[in-house]
């Protein structure tokens, strides 16, 4: 073993790439569960990736066979229905680790110098997953299905000029149809591929930065503990825990997350009187509403995904460590995460009476809370400098503005040198 | 302070996740509940075959199915009547003949129990909703202007006996299409049970491996 | 590695014994999960319970005159059901086949039929029928009305399917 080892070392840097990024790659030790969940979303990824594979092996693309396919999976294929509806619930299990995994990066900050590239690369994986799973949603080819991917797709005639020749071009046909499901399904395998590829470029990012922690502000060397045995222990235990839930939802709550709707076979004349989209879309699918020009509310939508990605020039604060010496931005916070949460509910129910108007409230509150943050990140600074911060944060501060003083002057000099 | 926080979430889930498992039926109203014992869903099978088949088809129970819940090799001989046992239970009647008589193809009744939002108390409440109206004719209240006659006959019930005879017959039924909506449900709970008890077990085990290389920092 | 240089290198460790078995058990406990995981997955690929249900094939025997025969299927293969004439089953009595020699008692239920998988046993071509047995179009073997090779590259007999007679004129293959 040893001499294979060796063979590979000599040739390859093994033993050196386990130790540095692996076993003793140096860990904030006063990291919190709160930072578990990127490994977790991983594992969510392969588990995502094997259960589909195996159901590929299995399913029909084409709308004539796709739901009788998923039902023959569900009744005669041996297991089936343990890895269709892991793969149905790993779904919801990846959202609500990735939402859990950015409200930390909100939370503690993390999102700002030196890691927004780590935070950008998010937004894209963001992106990538959400791209994914609403093309994994029309295979099964229900009536949800259908009628989702119809009112989404429909939703790319708001591009001026273009709209009905892109929308039919996404399509394939006039409809959605058997074109589009075909493509569907050749994408959504293709892409969780990139996600891979993506999340390497965010680990790799990671291990040039390291994580960030709850203090918000990096550590000392001597308080950064190596990845192994600690980090390794814990991602597994909170694993365990992970498995635990997922467990009793995909063996005891399997249909929670699947609407009765979709286990009607897809009918091109006959729309459900209800179109939901899945529960991880819904805040967006409610802002969506809630604009009355289509063309205003898929900006709107479009921007309200897309605006977490401008958070490093949104939030100039000096103080660091997000929330946590920040009580303005914490309680900005709460109510974003508290509107995202009203937002959901209002996007699951009918467009109906008093909702209406909470949906316009909740989507001001939502762009708000953005507009906001500038102003008041640079009033709170102020606020809490003039209170007096603790001295080591104070310092910290200092030191920053030092050190970017000292690169515009290096930068001037450069210019100055030039000419 | 961590581990203490740690543990109790640990426990939590625990406590949570056996209570839940424990309680996992789903109940109907009048006080009958969906039932997975084979008595139940084979005199389902048996109202389907004889009733409710003239018209509804169930395109992916087979004949063969039907001994998962009980019924035995002759018994399921008898109702194929020389079809062959890999072949799908359908209807008695052809599409053309429904759309003559309904301007519709009643729908197939293999996954109603889950293409509705509590499938197996709508189908049970369904079934029982039907009034004679003051014209004589029959009326459903869930479901305004449904085709489907009331093949129960509990809108001219007369008497809590047989009421209730019928009560029980639908919540049969409702029993059995709840099954065949998802044949493999009881397998599935019960391998539930036992895959959340090893994970439950295998948490304890890692939380005291990660408790204790988490002591050497103290 | 002994225990001695464990217990150097991690000093802090209380009890290290226990922590071994402890990690042992884990370790133990988190590979039988790995392995069991795996079960479902290896197993979704066999063969699905409707394909399991086609391994029996029920076949009618009516409407089979002496001397014809009739093609029905069987787990996707071809089964021949030939219908003897008293000369066939006189001729094929008398004799012990090719190169595969075996008696035709051994080969039938009932004198009258004969029920063989169709698949020629050199590659598996399908035979096509000729007056005195079957004929394989792509190497030449050459099968008599017992389906036992005569000539040609086959090496063996054609196989018998398990099957067995429910009625006068119906039989269940598989």
Known sequence: MKNIISWIDRRFPLTSFVKKELTEYPTPRNLSFWWNFGSLAGVVLVIQIITGVFLAMHYKADAALAFDSVEHIMRDVNYGWLIRYMHSTGATAFFAVIFLHMARTLYYGSYRSPRELMWWTGQILLLLMMATAFMGYLLPWGQMSYWGAQVITSLFGAVPFLGDELIIWLRGDFTVGDATLTRFFALHYLVPFIIMAVIMVHLVALHSVKSSNPSGINLADKDNIPFHPYFTTKDLFGLCIFLVIYSYFVFYQPNMFIEAENYIPADPLQTPVHIVPEWYFLPFYAILRSIPDLLGGVIAMTISVLIFAFMPFLDRSKIPGGAVYRPFYRALFYVFVIDVLVLGYVGAKPPEGYLVFIGYFATALYFGVFAILPFLAKKEELWLRKKGLPPELEALIQSEEKQKAERMVARRKAKRARK | ?218 | MTDDNKSLEEPLVDDPERRDFLNTVTGVVAGAGVVAASWPFISSMNPSSDVLSKATTEASLTGINPGESKTVEWQGKPVFILRRTDDQIKNMTASQGGKDPEADSDRIQKPDWLIVVGLCTHLGCVPSRSSDGWFCPCHGSKYDNSGRVLHGPAPSNLKLPPYKFVSEDKIVIG
């Open chain 2, 1 to 218: 302070m961590k581990n203490k926080k740690g543990l109790l979430l640990l426990l939590g889930v625990v406590l949570y996740s056996t209570q839940i498992c424990a309680s996992s039926n789903v109940s109907l109203l009048d006080g009958y509940e969906v039932s997975v014992e084979q008595d139940n869903l084979k005199k389902g099978a048996t109202i389907y075959y004889n009733l409710c088949r003239l018209c509804h088809s169930l395109k992916y129970i087979k004949y063969q199915h039907l001994l998962d819940i009980g019924f035995s090799e002759s018994e399921v001989n008898t109702l194929r009547q020389g079809k062959l046992m890999n072949k799908a239970i359908v209807s008695t009647s052809t599409p053309e003949n429904a759309m003559k008589m309904f301007g519709m193809v009643p729908p197939d009744l293999s996954i109603m129990a889950k293409a509705r939002k509590q499938g197996p108390e709508y189908i049970y409440s369904l079934m029982l909703s039907y009034v004679e109206n003051s014209e004589g004719v029959y009326e459903n209240q869930i479901f305004n202007g449904i085709k489907m006659p009331d093949v129960f006959s509990y809108s001219i019930a007369q008497g809590e006996q047989e009421k209730q005879a019928i009560q029980k017959d639908v919540a049969d039924v409702a029993s059995f299409l709840t099954w065949a909506s998802d044949p493999h449900a009881t397998e599935r709970k019960s391998m539930g049970l036992g895959v959340i008890a090893y994970l439950v077990v295998l948490s304890g085990l890692m939380y005291l491996v990660m408790r204790r290389v988490w002591r050497r920092l103290e």
